[in-house]
């Protein structure tokens, strides 16, 4: 070291240089890598979902599923060694908040990728960001057609759509119930839009039309207007598109009104929390699913799945909406996997179009480049004895 104006200066050994430079660039490289939303060690998932507020069972249910999955992929090494972390935080099921969540997960928090976000108008936002971002947004909780057509590289869904699950319901109400005046109670925005326009053509193919429309404010249970719409269609059946609590007060109010038409519901509505909600009063309602029955222990992926959670939070109950968030977490942790150790945002997208009709025991999903909806099973249920039982 020799000193020159003020200024310090080292002269290293050759071999200190390079390590030196080395260590730098390691440096570098694990800096960089971070950025990305991984290390040598870990991968980090971001969620932004409703954790309070009407809808903070679908967020929770979503989250926990996704944390059992990932928990039970850890116990066993990680994904090509490394392990997942999800971090997720509250957007109270409002486009504003979910807009400052993505952006504070990727600007700040650095996540490799986004999953489980729940709800359409949500979504709605959403997905342009991660589209701008190149940022993968896996397993949404919306069948929202906006989010399928047309195919967005960075948006994976794992569900099937609403057009699928109305049409699964209509096609049910119409040949086994003989319905033929169908109402549709709704949520006044994107989502309940998405559900109403699956209706529609539901019924389109059936040379049909809606008996009548009601509307509800989203994050609110003022369902009384929406109520007197429908009951002046005198309808013969009504499906809700709606999450539970505003689900739940809709069908006191219409069977206090006198309303005798049967009630259906697509699986947004977070089918546990309904019938919590609901108690007695959710007997005979029809329920679409996306996912099987988390019950049906006869399936392998069920079995995991009641395996998973009793491992990681004995405590909690098993629902659909867990059930697909457990799902969901398979479905990433094997786009992960398929990646490699070398592992990059857009290799994990040509990861996922790599799935085609791989069966996770019991559930088939297939992706390709021109297809980014993993499932279009829907299965029926009915409430009955406090519990959504599949119809054979």
């Known amino acids: 070291m020799r000193s020159e104006s003020g200024i310090v200066c080292f002269r290293l050994a050759p071999a200190l240089t390079l390590l030196f430079g080395v260590g730098l660039a390691l440096t570098a490289e694990a800096a960089a890598t971070f950025e990305n939303g991984i290390n040598g060690s870990e991968i980090l998932i971001g969620q932004c979902a409703a954790m309070a507020g009407p809808a903070a069972g679908l967020g929770m249910g979503m989250n926990l599923g996704l944390k059992v999955a990932f928990e039970e992929a850890n116990a066993k090494g990680g994904v090509q060694g490394r392990t997942i972390r999800l971090l997720a935080a509250d957007d109270g099921y409002e486009p504003e908040k979910c807009v400052d969540c993505t952006e504070k997960m990727i600007e700040e928090n650095h996540v490799f990728a986004l999953a489980g976000y729940v709800g359409t108008p949500t979504a709605k936002v959403a997905a342009p960001i991660s589209q701008e971002m190149k940022v993968p947004l896996v397993g949404l909780f919306t069948g929202a057609s906006l989010l399928r057509d047309p195919v967005q590289r ?8 609403y057009d699928d699950e109305t049409e699964a319901l209509v096609k049910h109400l119409t040949k086994v119930s003989g319905a033929k005046k169908i109402a549709v109670f709704y949520q006044n925005d994107s989502f309940g839009l998405a559900g109403l326009s699956g209706v529609e053509k539901a019924l389109a193919r059936r040379k049909l039309g809606i008996a009548a429309k009601g509307t509800f404010e989203r994050n609110t249970v003022s369902v009384q207007s929406g109520l007197t719409a429908v009951m002046e269609g005198a309808p013969d059946a009504v499906i809700i598109v709606a999450p539970y609590k505003p689900t739940a007060a809709f069908v006191r109010a219409a069977r206090e009104a ?35 029955s988390p019950s049906d ?51 994990l997208i040509d990861a996922f179009h ?30 009955k004895d406090g519990v959504a039982q599949p119809l054979r």
């Open 354 to 383: 790599s799935i085609s009709q791989v069966d996770f025991g019991g559930m088939t999903l297939s992706f390709s480049s021109t297809n980014h909806q993993g499932s279009s099973a829907v299965y029926l249920t009915a409430v």
């Open 258 to 292: 006198g309303l005798k038409a049967p009630f259906s519901t697509i699986s947004f509505v977070g089918t546990e929390n309904l019938i919590a909600d609901l108690g007695r009063d959710a007997t005979g309602l029809l329920i679409s699913q996306v996912v099987p």
């Open 154 to 161: 960075y948006i994976i869904n794992i569900r099937a759509s």
């Open 297 to 347: 222990v006869s399936l392998a992926l069920v079995r995991d799945y009641q395996a998973a959670i009793a491992k990681t939070a004995p405590d909690a109950a098993k629902s659909y909406v867990s059930f697909e968030g457990y799902v969901t977490g398979r479905a990433l942790i094997t786009a992960l996997d398929r990646a490699g150790r070398d592992l990059t945002r857009e290799k």
